[in-house]
């Protein structure tokens, strides 16, 4: 399988932030999901859940809201701005004022004409959005108090709004209220919220408010028709699946609530709402819910975005909180690595040890610790989109909403305990891009840099100055979230949204190679030591290797390409980097959330028809397969090789995140 020292690094600090709300856009099969710095990500279906897109934010801006309207993306938040996002440039749009204070909700109507928003003035205004528009339309009256939710039945015109002590629906043609439904109070000094509406098709409303009830109301007459209570603290969210036949509420005790319209005999054809199923998952406060097709999706202060299977409980998924994209940089000549935080960077030296050993797993002695050399703040807490240092950390550079910037690294004494570094910014020669991905090539001549507006830009690299070397412009209409340079400097490869993958010539500034077109995106990939290989993994397992002399998949791939074993494809897990060493030139070595791998392409895949294939990792058995899992590195955010036989694992445990989050809410457990 192959021996390698490794640098098992878990000084990356990386805090992931909590859920603020979830959304499911049916036409474009995504989840879209807001933190509390104010990113945005959007997740895939289509492709087994993958973090497609990350709108990066401000934590000087919140988003209290979000709404798909068909294929637009809009927030709303405390500075009372409705936003539209370019999900291509994966920036802000157009914006517009609700003139009422901060908005706290926001819904469309099903045509995709107008959006409704809740606000702190107690308004309801509504925004027009026909012809590809964002802007301010009319208010409704004002009533007292904020409102906090907000839900819109199109076909009957009305709107239901919650807030302090009442809900309030509301003619969508008059702008008036036609109904008022008053909630008790537990305590008389105590309000009771209203935190989260729902409206169905045969005008059946259903709130959750703060005294943990979750009620369905008979909304032509403003009367109850059942209380539930469920929960021991507020009801925060409530989703409803598109049948309208199964309700979900959850909220701060971390339970997920089912319930479901049903007969209540198989004798009788009465049919009325019953609680059906509870889960337990997660470990804080739940703040949003959406319900797709299949799965019910929750979130919250844990940061971690959980799908449940409708119809069968043991079919679950999470969704690991870290970025998808590369957070790490490895500076391989250099022994250092690149992190990147939400708003600054920090360039460490990897600790040293010359002495080895012939056990499995031990651990070696420390003769040089690891060392924070740099550490780099943006300008005004903007956040960083990417970032990348060079093989041997003379460069450094990192691009945000307003550009990207470069930097020269000057390292003296690098053999010492503390060596001297200097840090410049280079400022002459550049066009201020906005860039998705960055990546040097191992020579240091150049910098390649994929923009916000689908060009490919790259720029030459000297000791006195910069300057532009070559644009490939107007490359792709979808947004690159993939970047990979030949270990010979001499080719970058290019993968998109839209399933392109492009082989690009560094300096002879050619279109080298396309790859075929398959339908699945592009997780990871990178070249063989020797460049004339890309190897590709996709978000259905599948890895492929393409020669891009030949123009054509290898005879390893040809040969392999439809033996994976099933148990390999039906893993949740996406794999999110993969490495190749010169040292072991027939390995693939890829990782994902929880495993290790490395993929012999000297060894048979398991035949069809054989005995089922087992992930587990078994370092003593002597059966021959092409497969190698370790489970030792769990939670790894990144892997890669530096010098000669060192790998660098960086980690991000769970329980070094769960020890950063806030107090969960108490619970009463048996034998307590």
Not at 202 to 230: A, C, E, H, P, Y
């Amino acid at each position: 399988m192959g021996e390698f020292r490794v640098h098992r690094v878990r000084f990356f600090e990386y805090q992931p932030k909590a859920i603020q709300c979830i959304v499911y856009g049916k036409e474009v099969n995504k989840v879209a999901l807001s933190r509390s710095d104010g990113c945005i990500e959007t997740w895939d279906l289509k492709n087994d859940w993958y973090q497609d897109k990350v709108i990066q934010g401000s934590e000087s801006k919140s988003i209290e809201t979000l709404c798909w309207q068909g294929e637009r993306l809009y927030s709303a938040g405390l500075d009372g701005d409705v936003v539209e996002y370019d999900l291509k440039k994966l920036e802000p749009k157009a914006s517009a004022s609700s003139n009422a204070g901060p908005v706290w909700c926001l819904t469309t109507d099903s045509h995709g004409k107008f959006l409704a928003a809740g606000t702190e003035d107690g308004c309801v205004v509504l925004f027009d959005t026909d012809y590809n528009s964002l802007q301010y339309y009319r208010s409704f009256d004002k009533q007292e108090g904020r409102i906090l939710s907000i839900a819109w039945n199109t076909s009957l015109e009305v709107i239901l709004t919650g807030g302090v002590d009442n809900m309030r629906l509301w003619s969508v043609k008059s702008g008036h209220a036609v109904q008022r439904m008053t909630l008790g109070r537990v305590e008389k000094s105590k309000e009771t919220i209203v935190w989260c509406v729902a409206i169905l098709s045969d005008m059946t409303l259903v709130s959750g408010d703060s005294r943990g009830r979750t009620i369905f109301w008979n909304g032509k007459q403003g009367t109850q028709i059942k209380s539930f209570q469920m929960h021991q603290a507020d009801v925060l969210c409530l989703a409803v699946h598109q049948d309208e036949k199964q309700v979900f509420s959850s909220g701060v005790d971390p339970k997920v609530v089912q319930f479901q319209y049903t007969t209540t005999s198989r004798e009788s054809d009465w049919k009325m709402w019953v609680r059906t199923k509870i889960w337990y998952q997660h470990t804080h406060d739940v703040r949003a819910m959406a319900v797709t097709p299949t799965d019910v999706v929750s979130g919250g202060v844990d940061t971690t975005l959980l799908a449940n299977r409708l119809g069968n409980e043991k079919n679950k998924r999470k969704m690991r909180s870290i970025p998808m994209h590369q957070l790490v940089g490895v500076a391989k000549d250099r022994n250092a690595l690149l992190l990147q935080y939400p708003d600054y960077l920090e360039l460490w030296r990897l600790g040293n040890t010359r002495k080895t050993s012939e056990k499995d797993g031990e651990v070696l002695p420390e003769e040089i610790p690891p060392q924070k050399l740099i550490q780099l703040k943006t300008k005004d807490g903007q956040h960083i989109a990417c970032s990348a240092i060079s093989s041997r950390a003379n460069w450094m550079s990192y691009s945000d909403i307003d550009g990207f910037k470069l930097y020269k690294i000057t390292m003296t004494d690098t053999e010492s305990i503390s060596p001297s570094v200097d840090l410049r910014k280079v400022k002459k020669g550049l066009h201020s891009y906005s860039a998705h991905r960055i990546v040097f090539t191992p020579d240091e001549k150049f910098l390649v840099i994929a923009t916000s507006c689908q060009k490919i830009v790259v720029i030459s690299l000297d000791e006195d100055s910069v300057s532009l070397y070559h644009a490939w412009d107007d490359y792709t209409e979808e947004s690159i979230h993939q970047l990979s340079v030949s270990p010979n400097s001499k080719l970058v490869a290019v993968a998109d949204l839209s399933y392109k993958i492009t082989v690009l010539g560094v300096e002879s500034k050619e279109v080298v190679s396309q790859l075929p077109s398959y339908k699945s995106t592009v997780t990871a990939m990178t070249f063989t030591p020797d460049s004339r290989n890309l190897i590709t993994a996709h978000a259905d397992q599948k890895i492929y290797e393409f020669d891009v002399e030949k123009k054509e998949y290898s005879d390893w791939c040809r040969e392999v390409c439809n033996k994976f074993p099933n148990a390999w494809k039906k893993r949740h897990q996406i794999i999110h980097h993969i490495s190749t060493s010169p040292r072991y030139p027939d390995k693939i070595f890829f990782c994902d959330l929880d495993k290790f791998f490395i993929l012999d392409k000297t060894q048979p895949f398991p035949s069809i028809g054989s005995k089922p294939f087992n992930l587990v990792a078994r370092p003593n058995s002597s059966k021959v397969s092409a497969f190698h899992v370790c489970t030792r590195f769990r939670y790894l955010i990144h892997m890669d090789f530096v010098n000669d036989d060192w790998v660098v694992m960086v980690e991000r445990t769970k329980l070094a995140m769960m020890e950063s989050l806030p107090m969960a809410m108490q619970q009463k457990k048996f034998g307590t």
